[in-house]
């Protein structure tokens, strides 16, 4: 063993052991804290990025190498395939700028290496690294930053999903942010950030050595709000507008059966007219699910109410999110506004049983070998079905020859636990062309609108400082101080509770029902008229 004071300085197992003999080591405790400096070894340069888990950022840190021997790219770290392909996108983006790689062997760690990293948006970090070690920008410079973005073959930086959910990042680490041109109003939405939005790899290293400065991103916009169906468009169908009404106003889950051309349809299109306006953190909520997904373009978040209505081939992953890279299906791209489920026994048994944890919980976890990612789904389900599969059941003239029968065959694909889980069950008869001859007299969707807007202003002032939203989160110790019926209607809520054979689920939620109901009447506690007419909801439909 060797007798210099290196020898002697570090320990390792019980072994005194000489390390780097021509090496500069700086030691505290046996331990390294400084450079290493060798001649054969060349400095690390790292850049900061995110990887998503979710609507999670994690840090991740992108570690660039340059080493002499046999000339390589090697990415290593847990990196999918998009990752793997980074190496041909930078060297193509540096080729484009007049820039070759060095001749010599490139290493790049996405550390913790222990972490999955999928996307293209690693592509920025990586060539800015690349770019530190080669010594073309300032390597201290780029720990005040984090990247992200993908390069095209040309040197642009495009687009990649999750820009805002980067930037919120960012801005609890008291970082600045690299992106691409285009999504520079996306991030401009986290307060306190201060973005740089790069049109190019060569603008940004001209701003990067303050030879030209890039120009602020123009601040994020709000989307004004489509306009859909009126409800004076709906003829008749008194009975379906108030349970469209009392499921706007508290959040409920709401059924609609009745035959074809009835306007179920058309009142669940009218649902987002008569909803109140997302608050500014629960639009943000929602434009971090739409920035994972790919779809918040432009930067413009809005206020509207998201209204999703998937065709019924959807699959599982489609509907509760996944994929090879997991993605929020339709019930998180639904959240905080309807999800809109039309002829709902025909969509795979197995699809709609996975919705029952998500209406129950408001959250869905997709389950990897390597990871469980969870997303927000808090939705309001709006489902319409037809009685049978002709749909013509209360019409002996068109019903098929085996009705009632295929009733009972039809709706049975629809399992119990799910249907339990809807609070409002409604049937829509059929309307005559005589009644939609007649003028429209019903009421616009503007004056239901205010009616839910007070209605829901009561709940929020009610539910201040828990994290219940409305009447339909309602439980435990809440329900019992704000939904408990007066003494006529707890014996009616009771008695009908024993006819009815109604499960604990389905009693709770005729209680958030009847609080509902007496919101709209402006009354302060729960009566038997309100109670009788929450249980007006509950029937079930026919089974064989």
């Known amino acids: 063993m060797g007798s210099g004071p290196l020898s002697q300085g570090i320990r390792h197992s019980g072994i005194d052991r000489v390390l780097f003999p021509s090496t500069r080591l700086t030691l505290r405790t046996n331990t390294w804290i400084g450079e290493v400096q060798t001649g054969n070894l060349h400095m690390v340069a790292l850049v900061r990025t995110v990887a998503y888990l979710g609507l999670e950022a994690r840090a991740v840190e992108v570690q660039c190498q340059l080493a002499p021997g046999l000339p390589g790219f090697t990415v290593v770290g847990l990196p999918d395939k998009a990752v793997n392909e980074s190496r041909?996108?930078?060297?193509?983006?540096?080729?484009?700028?007049?820039l070759a790689l060095p001749p010599k062997r490139i290493t790049i760690n996405m550390s913790p290496a222990d972490l999955p990293k999928e996307g293209s948006h690693y592509d920025l970090p990586v060539a800015l690294a690349l770019l530190a070690a080669m010594g073309v920008i300032d390597a201290e410079q780029m720990g005040d930053f984090v990247?992200?973005?993908?390069?095209?073959l040309d040197g642009r930086i495009v687009g990649s999903p999750g820009v805002l959910l980067a930037a919120l990042h960012a801005s609890e680490r008291e970082l600045g942010l690299i992106c691409p041109a285009a999504q520079g109003s996306e991030a401009s939405w986290a307060a306190g950030v201060p973005v740089v939005a790069a049109p190019?790899?060569?603008?940004?290293?001209?701003?990067l050595k303050g030879a030209q400065a890039l120009s602020p991103p123009a601040p994020g916009q709000s989307a004004p709000a489509m306009p859909g169906p009126d409800l004076r468009q709906v003829k008749g169908q008194e009975t379906a507008r108030r349970a469209l009404e009392i499921a706007a106003a508290g959040g409920h889950n709401l059924l609609m059966i009745g035959p074809p051309g009835a306007g179920k349809s058309l009142m669940a299109s009218c649902l987002p007219g008569i909803l109140p306006e997302l608050t500014p953190a629960e639009a943000l909520e929602v434009s971090m699910i739409a920035s994972v997904?790919?779809?918040?373009?432009?930067?413009?978040?809005?206020?509207?109410?998201?209204?999703?209505?998937?065709?019924?081939s959807a699959s599982m992953a489609a509907m509760t999110g996944g994929g090879l890279r997991v993605r929020p299906g339709e019930v998180s791209m639904a959240h905080l506004g309807?999800?809109?489920l039309d002829e709902l026994p025909e969509f795979q048994r197995g699809v709609l049983d996975s919705l029952r944890q998500p209406l129950e919980t408001g959250e869905v976890t997709v389950a990897r070998a390597n990871a469980h990612v969870t997303f927000p789904a808090r939705v309001q389900l709006i489902a319409a079905m037809n009685p049978c599969r002709c749909g013509h059941l209360g019409d002996a003239g068109l019903a098929c020859s085996r009705a009632p029968r295929c009733a009972g065959d039809y709706?049975?694909?629809?399992?119990?636990?799910?249907?339990?889980?809807?609070d409002l069950h409604v049937e829509v008869?059929?309307?005559?062309?005589?009644?939609?001859?007649?003028?429209?007299?019903?009421?616009?969707?503007?004056?239901?609108?205010a009616r839910v807007a007070t209605a829901r202003g009561v709940q929020t002032e009610r539910l201040c400082g828990t994290r219940m939203r409305n009447n339909a989160d309602l439980?435990?110790?809440?329900?019992?101080?704000?939904a408990t019926p007066d003494g006529e209607g707890m014996k009616l809520l009771i008695r009908a509770a024993e006819a009815m054979n109604l499960t604990a689920r389905g009693y709770t939620r005729i209680r958030r029902v009847a609080r509902t109901i007496a919101d709209l009447a402006g009354a302060q506690t729960v009566s038997r008229a309100h109670v009788a007419e929450a249980l007006s909801y509950r029937r079930q439909p026919p089974r064989a």
């Open 475 to 482: 439980d435990g110790e809440s329900l019992d101080r704000f």
């Open 411 to 422: 709706q049975s694909k629809v399992s119990g636990p799910l249907l339990d889980r809807i």
């Open 88 to 98: 041909q996108r930078v060297q193509a983006a540096l080729t484009a700028m007049g």
């Open 200 to 207: 190019d790899l060569a603008s940004l290293l001209a701003h």
């Open 338 to 340: 309807v999800l809109f």
């Open 147 to 152: 990247a992200v973005g993908e390069l095209s």
């Open 293 to 312: 997904a790919g779809t918040l373009e432009g930067g413009r978040i809005s206020r509207a109410r998201p209204f999703r209505s998937p065709h019924h």
């Open 429 to 449: 008869e059929a309307v005559r062309a005589f009644d939609l001859a007649l003028p429209s007299t019903a009421e616009s969707s503007a004056q239901v609108a």
